[in-house]
């Protein structure tokens, strides 16, 4: 299993394994992953879904009890006989570095074995819009956060990256950011001594959606990544969606205005034109210089060099009918493009997340009314959609999901 140098670093240091070493290894890390996906568990339910005996699965239990990975967490309910003892992961051996870079801002927290956050989410108020050494800006950090909290680095299971943009899943190259030739995971790898892992920031959602959000347990969901710009990740059958390349899930640059806004991308009256952050804000500093009547100018001093994304939700949810006016745009167009992919795809559910999904509540009723109109009843009929509830955390948290499956894999 792929993951096993980083959960047994200790083992790999000198002579290379023999093969009963590395069967003793990969059955501890079969126990490891089914007490991090299950939870809690017994020697007796560890015997059973992983296919080895009780002594078999008791000795290697030991070991990993005396390597401080496991600890025994209390007794369970009896199944006839003896109450059996029941076992867990010790959240604090090992932790997950997560880090989410966006446009204007990058967020990075520690998490324990356990998905819990052990430092606070550091929000810092630049991004790849805005600093122009961010590998170098990230690599302090990391090193800062590591030290904060006194954590031994061999226990580090890696880091995950979610990064906006194209990244060609294939080779690790980032194209639209951080495009050096080099892939950015290898260049942080190389930094800081530890596995990193990278991922499209919208698949990040769909991660954190899957293991810890409202996609738990579900098959088929969309989730749109609603910030400055738009992206959408898909799972499909259970399985996030890649695509050949990894560049599934370009929604934003979909063409719903044929006489439209020229896009960033270089195309006419994409979405992202009509239904992005980045657009909102910069239709709303328009307005306002022209005299739009809106609470926003007093709540920016009538500074708009300080007005932002944030302030305009805030605006919203104290009732502006300005800022929700605004919203609603983007929620008309979100609805027309959305009816296309619940035609293609059948969504059981559409998860609206990233910065924007903070006023959901101004976008959902413009989604669904665009639904109505454009897409089939039937198929519609199958689509619920909601805000996010991880909201902003979903990439995040997507982060550690990714290096738990790479690790687990
Ligand atoms: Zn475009």
Avoid at 59 to 65: G, H, K, M, T, V
Avoid at 124 to 149: C, R, V, W
Avoid at 182 to 189: G, R
Avoid at 209 to 231: P, W
Wanted: charged share 20%; glycine share 10%.
């Amino acid at each position: 299993m792929a993951g096993i140098k980083y959960l047994f670093k200790s083992s790999f240091n000198e002579e290379p394994l023999k093969n009963n070493q590395l069967r003793k290894l990969n059955l501890k890390q079969f126990i490891v992953r089914e007490l991090y996906q299950h939870a809690n568990l017994s020697i007796h339910n560890l015997s059973r879904t992983i296919k080895m005996s009780t002594p078999t699965i008791t000795r290697a239990l030991e070991e990993l009890i005396s390597e401080g990975l496991v600890t025994e967490i209390g007794i369970g309910e009896s199944t006839g006989g003896r109450r059996p003892s029941i076992y867990g992961l010790n959240p604090l051996s090992r932790f997950v570095i997560g880090i989410d870079i966006e446009r204007y801002f990058i967020r990075i927290g520690l998490f324990n074995f356990a998905n819990q956050p052990v430092s606070e989410i550091h929000e810092l108020n630049t991004g790849l819009e805005t600093q122009s050494d961010i590998i170098g800006f990230i690599t302090e950090k990391i090193s800062e956060l590591i030290e904060a909290y006194g954590i031994d680095e061999n226990n580090i299971l890696g880091i995950g990256i979610s990064l906006p943009g194209l990244i060609d899943m294939r080779t690790g190259l980032s194209y639209t950011y951080l495009n050096t030739g080099k892939p950015v995971a290898k260049i942080l790898s190389e930094r800081t001594s530890l596995p990193v892992f990278i991922e499209q920031d919208t698949r990040a959602m769909a991660w954190g959606e899957q293991s810890f959000g409202l996609a738990r347990d579900l098959k088929n969901v969309l989730c749109l990544n609603i910030g400055s710009g738009i992206g959408l990740s898909m799972i499909l059958d259970g399985k996030i969606y890649m695509g050949h390349s990894g560049y599934s899930g370009e929604f934003g640059h979909i063409q719903i205005e044929p006489n439209g806004q020229l896009c960033h991308c270089g195309k006419i009256g994409c979405i992202e034109t009509v239904a992005s952050g980045k657009v909102m804000l910069a239709k709303a500093k328009k307005d306002i210089a022209e005299g739009a009547i809106t609470q926003i100018s007093s709540m920016i001093g009538g500074d708009l060099s300080k007005l932002n994304i944030r302030t305009i939700l805030n605006a919203a949810r104290e009732g502006d009918q300005y800022a929700i006016d605004l919203l609603a745009k983007i929620g008309e167009a979100l609805g027309k493009g959305l009816a296309t992919l619940i035609h293609l795809f059948n969504p059981e559910l559409i998860i609206i997340g990233g910065e924007i999904s903070k006023a959901a509540d101004y976008l959902i009723a413009p989604i669904e009314s665009n639904l109505n109109i454009y897409s089939i009843a039937r198929i519609r009929r199958d689509a619920v959609i909601v805000a996010s509830e991880l909201s902003d955390n979903a990439r995040l948290m997507g982060t550690v999901a990714l290096v738990m499956n790479k690790i687990f894999a």
